[in-house]
């Protein structure tokens, strides 16, 4: 099963940029990478995802590297409601669910 | 916005009752998910639900457990008899694509918190 790794936490200033890594070293070609976050006391939510071009949306930008073995979710201006675990996922072409890792425990200090 | 809903929001039961988790998904919605997350744990898969049958299901999700979608609305997770051990928040989710196609997306609810005494 192809695996993502990703630091356990990370801190970031208010109004600055956030780059949150994560490694999938064996990722298929089919395989895409989808981030989902969690904000405290919430249920999952969706941000973005991609196959292999950098995709921009409304909540993040997702950069693919150009041999898909790792990406980075980018949260462009980081605000106090940014403070969540974030989720990196690959979702193969036989999956039909989500299999959540520990994700990366994202602090955002005022 | 559409958004999944759940009931009840919180729950307290007693070891061995049965216990019963609505939802009630996205109107257009076609797949259906329950999750759970022990306090302080990961979010752990359950059992997927398809075209009225369970599509996958995980080694959590045993005889104990079983969903039913009964009126095409609500999708539900009954536990037959609660263990101190599925004290946990309960999510469901669904989603209007496939996602093994790579481009559908989950939408989760905001759980219902089951606390078994």
């Known amino acids: 099963d192809a695996k993502t790794t990703q630091p356990n936490s990370m801190e970031s200033n208010e109004e600055e940029p956030v780059h949150l890594p994560c490694n999938h070293s064996t990722i298929s070609g089919t395989d895409y990478i989808h981030w989902y976050r969690q904000l405290p006391s919430q249920g999952p939510e969706y941000v973005i995802h991609?196959?292999?071009s950098n995709v921009n949306n409304r909540m993040a930008s997702l950069a693919i590297a150009e041999d898909r073995k790792s990406s980075t979710l980018i949260l462009h201006r980081a605000t106090l409601r940014d403070a969540a675990v974030y989720y990196c996922i690959l979702i193969m072409n036989r999956d039909d669910k989500i299999i959540f890792g520990k994700g990366t425990r994202l602090h955002i200090l005022p | 916005e559409p958004e999944v809903t759940q009931t009840p929001s919180h729950q307290v039961t007693q070891m061995g009752q049965e216990v019963i988790l609505r939802c009630v998904p996205i109107?257009?919605?076609?797949?259906f998910y329950w999750y759970r997350q022990i306090l302080g744990q990961k979010v752990e898969f359950l059992v997927s639900?398809?075209?009225?049958?369970?599509?996958?299901k995980s080694e959590i999700f045993d005889d104990q457990f079983s969903v039913e979608r009964p009126d095409g609305s609500n999708f539900t997770l009954k536990i037959r008899s609660t263990k101190l051990e599925d004290s946990a928040m309960y999510f469901c989710a669904s989603s209007r694509q496939f996602l093994a196609g790579g481009t559908g997306e989950l939408f989760f609810g905001e759980g219902s918190r089951l606390t078994v005494l």
């Open positions: 109107s257009n919605h076609l797949y």
């Open positions: 991609g196959l292999t």
């Open positions: 639900f398809y075209n009225n049958e369970i599509s996958e």
